[in-house]
């Protein structure tokens, strides 16, 4: 069964590092997402991203990050001047089409620590 | 803004019997209601869904309902196993947005032996 797959599974920075965390997709779908869950707190939105454009971005989403699908197959989530804050697991999501009672499915998450 | 509660935050039962979690919406526009387990470092993994234009679904162990009405939704596990104990969170979509999920809070289900 097709399934999102990203890496790496675990990053360790420093604070004020660029960090980037990758994700790749099931292959034919088009809708991509990225959300963060911190320790023991739900799960939050953070963008969502089709036809190379960012469709929906969260308060959370502000300058400090980016996303791009450099690409056919991997998609992009770029922190570039980490805070502690930042601390969290960072799932990427992919659904075929846009419409919202599509599944999206999600992988297995990169935990990110900033130290 | 768009919010989805949920219900109780964590839920001990005895193996064999019921688990039911609940979870209210906000948004009216929501049309779609996934339920996500959780295991310990992993993501969440779909466990069933609801659209809105049904009230109920069942899959073997595995229930949802939904009131429109009253922007409520439960899962419902029956005859519990051990392998049922994770985290699962409700979640809400809507068509007038990106169609990005929502989530619940998550409960915690311990199944006890």
């Known amino acids: 069964e097709p399934e999102v797959t990203q890496t790496p599974s675990h990053q360790v920075t420093q604070m004020g590092q660029e960090v980037i965390l990758r994700c790749v997709p099931i292959?034919?779908?088009?809708?991509f997402y990225w959300y963060r869950q911190i320790l023991g707190q739900k799960v939050e939105f953070l963008v969502s991203?089709?036809?190379?454009?960012?469709?929906?971005k969260s308060e959370i989403f502000d300058d400090q990050f980016s996303v791009e699908r450099p690409d056919g197959s991997n998609f992009t989530l770029k922190i570039r001047s980490t805070k502690l804050e930042d601390s969290a697991m960072y799932f990427c999501?992919?659904?075929?089409?846009?419409?919202?009672?599509?599944?999206?499915?999600f992988g297995p998450g990169t935990r990110l620590t900033v130290l | 803004g768009e919010n989805v509660e949920q219900h109780p935050s964590t839920l001990s039962v005895q193996e064999g019997d019921s688990a039911v979690i609940k979870c209210t919406y906000s948004?009216?526009?929501?049309?779609?209601f996934p339920w996500y387990k959780q295991e310990l470092g992993k993501g969440p993994q779909l466990i069933i869904d609801i659209r809105s234009n049904v009230g109920e679904k069942k899959d073997q162990r595995i229930a949802v309902t939904l009131n429109k009405t009253a922007k409520h939704f439960s899962l419902h596990i029956t005859e519990t196993q051990p392998e049922d104990s994770a985290v699962y969170f409700c979640a809400a979509s809507s068509y007038s947005s990106a169609s990005k999920i929502i989530f619940g809070s998550g409960t915690r289900l311990s199944i006890r032996p």
């Open positions: 292959s034919n779908h088009l809708y």
């Open positions: 991203f089709y036809n190379n454009e960012i469709s929906e």
């Open positions: 999501a992919s659904k075929i089409r846009g419409q919202s009672t599509d599944t999206q499915y």
């Open positions: 948004d009216s526009a929501s049309n779609y």
